[in-house]
């Protein structure tokens, strides 16, 4: 087994090539990358004085800043395995989560205080718990400058760890709602640095990128913290919640060259009322967690005068596979395969199917998780050899580019046709007045599925206008046989739209 360790590959490399004076990160403090090296050294060291052995896991319920920052690289460094974790969750799925993976260590933001105390009542195998800062009132536990402190005399340099030893558990709920930990080596890190971010970002040291996305989420950690380290690139890191006002006083700060985020908060920038030159820093935009709907893509190029390539990434293979690549966007798909991966579209019994015919699309690459941890069923049901069942469907067309048409479970039947949600929800989003749509199928008086739309828009418009929109630019049986006007949409900590709240929205809005 080859020797590899991904936190001395995104970190000391680059201290050992003679480039620690590059500034590494931005974030309450700004540090090079000898002095994040030498501060991931000393948390490293403070960890194996709290006990911690090899793959022991320590969890992050934290803002990002340099803490855990630090801290992801230190638990790299120290051969124990991070688990950062969504800080949306309340106690009972927060206490789930820290009790499934075993976690012998908690690092916290004091702001999270009542659900991560609460959570640990859950979670009785936690033999330490540290925040990330001051410790909150009447607490017992570390505090960030005891941790540093008290691993004075414990060694710092990075264990010797494998290619395929434990590096990164990152949970997600996929389709069941259960949560589970999808458990990546250190060499997937690696991958998805030099496939996604090599080969299509084209990421260098002159770069300084800014994600929307949270270091908690596999698109976040992939965006803020491993292809600005594995290009000696600097990053910039958020703490607060992110909202337009916050994104371009960052922009305006930081000046980032690469953006991150998700199709919702693209819509949110476009709502807001923001200066045009806003993103003139920027050299490219990047956008995952679900498709991109082509009239918000060319709204967001044509106001702010940055080329936003879509693509699809998951939690299982850690980051982005397929993708647009820079100067090639098709608005409307996601692109073609990421160099590095293998991409096949299959039907119900597994066979491949030609351009043209819908297909469960199945990826293969260097990066896909090692399974889930504790969930065997589920590990056999979606990981299938070196292939991944994304739980998507997408067509190809003959000139490569793949189009997504929902999840698998998404697709309905209008008149016994099949019908994209993606399809009708894009061609909603082109009228001037829609600014986030979502369509699903709702049963009729005699149970059968009908297209159905929510849609939250700025202005006067009616129901009426929007179906005859759909009916004018799209096949009459895909057009939404009813529009619901809501205030927001339901979405997820990711900003994907939940539909099966928006199938409960609609079955009592419907049914009454």
Known sequence: MTEFNAGTWLLHRHVREGNGDRVAVRGAATLTYAELADLVGTVTAGLRALGLRRDDRVVFVTNDDVPMFAGILAAFCGGFVAVPVSTMLGAKELGAI?????????????????????????????????????????????????????????????AVTLEDSWALWLYTSGTTGIPKGAMHRHANIRHVCQTYGDQVLGIGPGDVCFSVAKLFFAYGIGNSMFFPLSAGAATVLEPRRPTPAVTAGRMAADQPTLFFAVPTFYAALLAADLPQDT????????????????????????????????????????????????????????????????????????????????????????????????????????????????????????????????????????????????????????????????????????????????????????????????????????????????????????????RFKVRELLAQEVGG
């Open 279 to 498: 993103f003139a820093s920027v050299r490219l935009a990047a956008s995952a967690g679900e498709a991109l709907p082509a009239p918000l893509q060319e709204r967001f190029t044509g106001r702010f005068g940055v080329e936003v390539i879509d693509g699809i990434g998951s939690t299982e293979a850690l980051h982005i596979f397929l993708s647009n690549r820079p100067g090639e966007v098709r608005p409307g798909t996601t692109g073609v395969p990421v160099p590095g991966y293998d991409i096949e579209l299959r039907d119900a019994e597994g066979a491949r199917v030609p351009d043209g015919v819908p297909g469960a699309l199945h990826v293969r690459g260097e990066s896909i998780a090692l399974g889930y941890w504790r969930r065997t069923g589920a590990s056999r049901t979606v990981f299938a050899g070196e292939w991944l069942n994304t739980g998507d469907t997408y067509v190809r067309a003959p000139d490569g580019y793949y189009t997504c048409l929902g999840r698998s479970n998404d697709l309905l039947k209008a008149g016994g046709i099949w019908v994209s949600p993606a399809e009708v929800e894009s061609r909603l989003l082109e009228h001037p007045r829609v600014e986030e749509a979502a369509v699903v199928g709702v049963a009729d008086e005699h149970g059968l599925d009908k297209p159905v739309a929510c849609v939250v828009t700025r202005g006067d418009v009616t129901a009426e206008e929007l179906v005859q929109w759909c009916r004018d630019g799209l096949a009459a049986f895909k057009r939404p046989r009813q529009v619901v006007f809501l205030d927001q949409l339901p979405k997820t900590a990711t900003g994907k739209i939940q």
């Open 98 to 158: 820290i009790a499934d993976s075993g976690a012998a260590v908690v690092v916290a933001s004091a702001g999270y205080a009542p659900q991560v105390q609460e959570a640990l009542t859950l979670a009785p195998e936690v033999r330490h718990l540290v925040w990330d800062g001051e410790a909150p009132p009447e607490s017992t536990s570390l505090t960030w400058a005891e941790l540093l402190k008290g691993g004075d005399g414990q060694p710092r340099e990075p």
